[in-house]
């Protein structure tokens, strides 16, 4: 059974600083990766998917790498701002087919930047 | 990208009573999934809609409590019954495209 988990659990950090996500799994026979943002009592939006014959995607100041061999990746954040304060969750699709039930979340890490 | 809302934003309800939550995509797709997100946790799935069949449920979640319609390929609704405490969460909405996953905003119950 896939486990997904992410640490660290919460983050505080000073507006301005890079900071590093990370996510394991335990199985890495997977089909892609995904990272989420979801605001405090609200969904969740697609921030980057990585496919498992890709290392690592970009998208403004996000990097997410993807190392399937040893069941990580990471999410990398360029110069924190407030508004990047949020939960971010990762999530790993097991399987090609569209069935729900191969698509295994993190537990999430709570980010704070301060101003 | 798919473009998901659902209705209502958010409900109190009192114990005893049912909800209905709807999710509307902009796009036919294939199925729809139910998640369930307790305060403090992370989402876990309730059920994939497929449409024109029943709903397969997840270990831990039975039609009777939470029934689900899938009318046609833009549109589904999840009904939780016979509330009690236990069930405030945040009901998300997902479909997948592209081979990526899409969420809804989400409808947040509070059940008194």
């Known amino acids: 059974k896939q486990e997904v988990t992410q640490i660290p659990a919460a983050l505080s950090v000073p507006e301005g600083e890079n900071l590093v996500l990370n996510c394991s799994f335990t199985d890495s026979a997977i089909y892609n990766l995904q990272w989420f943002r979801q605001d405090p009592g609200k969904g969740l939006t697609s921030l980057l998917l990585i496919q498992s014959s890709q290392r690592e995607q970009t998208s403004g100041r996000l990097n997410a790498s993807l190392d399937k061999s040893s069941g990580r990746s990471t999410l990398y954040i360029a110069a924190s701002q407030p508004g990047d304060s949020a939960t971010y969750l990762c999530?790993?699709?097991?399987?090609?087919?569209?069935?729900?039930?191969?698509?295994?979340f993190g537990p999430g890490t709570r980010l704070s930047v301060l101003p | 990208s798919a473009v998901i809302s659902q209705k209502p934003s958010r409900d109190i309800c009192q114990r005893g009573t049912s909800l209905t939550i709807q999710c509307q995509v902009d796009s036919q797709v294939t199925m729809m999934f139910w998640y369930r997100q307790q305060p403090g946790q992370s989402l876990t799935l309730i059920a994939t809609a497929n449409q024109g069949s029943e709903a397969t449920y997840e270990s831990g979640f039975v039609i009777d409590k939470f029934p689900i319609s899938r009318p046609n390929l833009t549109f589904s609704t999840l009904t939780v019954s016979n509330m009690s405490p236990e069930d405030s969460s945040i009901y998300l909405c997902s479909v997948r495209q592209g081979g990526e996953q899409y969420f809804g905003p989400g409808t947040r119950l509070t059940v008194t």
């Open positions: 999530a790993v699709r097991h399987y090609r087919d569209n069935y729900g039930q191969n698509f295994v």
